[in-house]
């Protein structure tokens, strides 16, 4: 089978190279790839992740057997319809079951309509009705959320009264968040430990995939700004069997479901961001696709053949299919250009990777990097994920840092503790 995965990151080099592994993979295509895995793939940088008409001639032109649609944006703008319409199979949810990620507001509703568990909430598009909602719980933190997507960034946490109506005014009269911000969701603030959950549907049952811990905040003891992720293991020792048992019952089978109960048949990945309290198990999000870093931990632990996989999510036999995972661990150190999130720059030369992108001792995925004249260069906030597999935390996690330290970039910062509350 030849494959065209659309995307750019860690999540997609991790996908590529798993496909890589399967015996059914002829050719690989990736749009717009990046640096790293042009070293598995032909990648199409001119073809951007979120430009659905390119994506569409490009595959038109490839002729694959499969496109596999990582990122949430393409999917929630509904390329996988637009590339089905044109006859070709497909990893990734429709629109209409992307939209479990792209609406917060219906996310929420379809919880509160199959009664899964997740924080109480009210959605709002008025100031004063959202203010006045604020004041009479008088609870805080209070969580106030863009309903749309916001590259991880549309969820503000205030600490009191002042900081929510701040945050309310920031989305529904300033715009911060553009359209994805003119509703809003006001929710609890639970109080626990995350743990991502990814998971393979077919719209009738769902497969788990071995659990895992992202590390959001930029710096050390989770301070600083939110980020798309620094650092990820799997799995994760605080989702315990019961914990996984209980997720299984009450949240994974009933929002598979709940979804094709709504004539929205989820088939893909879907990824439940998940917080462990005092009351159990709640969804604090879902995603419509592979989490950025989890991936780059979840994939290396799967023995089971992902092309295998794919073939039974799309004919619906996914149930049939018992899929193996390896009991060792695995670690991801995320580096990054120094100031993201915020402010960054590239074109950094890196020092420390072969001909191909690696290294001896880790699997190093590229979440932004090129290639020019044969040397890698920083081409993003995130720049590699540097993973070990290990026969346990510890040593993944040691061998990950130890392969860090022989890569280096100007301003490179990566965290010191990734994986640290799990030892
Ligand atoms: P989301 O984009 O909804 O995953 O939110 C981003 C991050 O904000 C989550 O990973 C949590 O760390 C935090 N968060 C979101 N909602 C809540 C909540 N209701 N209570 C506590 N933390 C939350
Ligand atoms: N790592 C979080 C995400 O992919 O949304």
Avoid at 165 to 178: E, T, Y
Avoid at 204 to 218: E, F
Avoid at 311 to 328: H, Y
Avoid at 373 to 399: E, F, M, N
Wanted: hydrophobic share 40%.
């Amino acid at each position: 089978m030849d494959i065209l995965i659309i995307g750019g990151g860690g999540r997609e080099h991790a996908i590529a190279a798993a496909l890589a592994k399967s015996p059914k993979t002829g050719r690989l295509y990736c749009a717009p790839g990046n640096g790293g895995i042009a070293a598995l793939a032909e990648c199409f940088p001119e073809v951007k992740a979120t430009d659905i008409d390119g994506a569409v001639t490009l595959a038109k032109r490839l002729k694959p057997d499969y496109v596999f649609v990582a990122p949430d944006d393409p999917l929630v703008m509904g390329m996988v319809d637009k590339l089905e319409a044109e006859g070709f199979k497909t990893f990734g949810p429709r629109a209409n079951a992307a939209i479990l990620e792209g609406s917060k507001a219906f996310s929420k509703g379809i919880m509160k309509k199959y009664g899964i568990p997740t924080a109480a909430y009210e959605t709002f598009t008025d100031e004063e009705k959202a203010v006045a909602y604020i004041k009479e719980q008088n609870s805080y933190p209070a969580v106030i959320k863009a309903d749309g997507l916001a590259l991880g960034k549309g969820v503000i946490i205030a600490k009191d009264f002042e900081e929510a109506k701040a945050a309310v005014h920031s989305m529904l009269v300033d715009g911060k968040f553009g359209k994805s911000g003119s509703d809003i969701v006001i929710e609890e603030f639970m109080d626990g430990t995350e743990v991502t959950v990814l998971a393979f549907t077919d719209g009738k049952s769902v497969k788990p995939m071995v659990s895992s811990m992202d590390h959001k905040r930029a710096y050390d003891n989770d301070e600083g700004l939110n980020t798309g992720g620094m650092g990820t293991i799997a799995p994760n020792p605080l989702y315990t069997p019961e914990i996984a048992e209980e997720c299984m019952e009450k949240i994974f089978i009933p929002t598979v479901k709940a979804m094709s109960a709504e004539g929205r048949p989820f088939k893909g990945c879907l990824y439940f961001g998940l917080m462990l309290t005092s009351k159990g198990a709640k969804v604090v999000e879902y995603n419509c696709r592979f989490g950025d870093p989890e991936t780059q931990v979840v994939l290396p632990l799967l023995e089971t053949d992902l092309a295998d996989i794919m073939e039974a999510i799309t004919e619906e036999r996914l149930g049939e299919l018992d899929i193996k995972w390896s009991n060792k661990s695995c670690a991801c150190v995320v580096m990054a250009s120094g100031g993201y999130p915020e402010k960054y720059e590239t074109g950094k030369s890196i020092s420390g990777l072969d001909e191909r992108g690696q290294c001896a001792d880790a699997y190093v995925y590229h979440a932004g990097t090129k290639l020019a004249d044969g040397k890698y260069l920083t081409a993003g906030g995130r720049v590699l994920g540097v993973t070990v597999t290990g026969d346990d935390l510890r040593s993944a996690l040691d061998a990950a840092y130890k392969a860090v330290g022989g890569i280096s970039f100007e301003k490179a910062h990566y965290r010191k503790d990734i994986g640290k509350k799990a030892l």
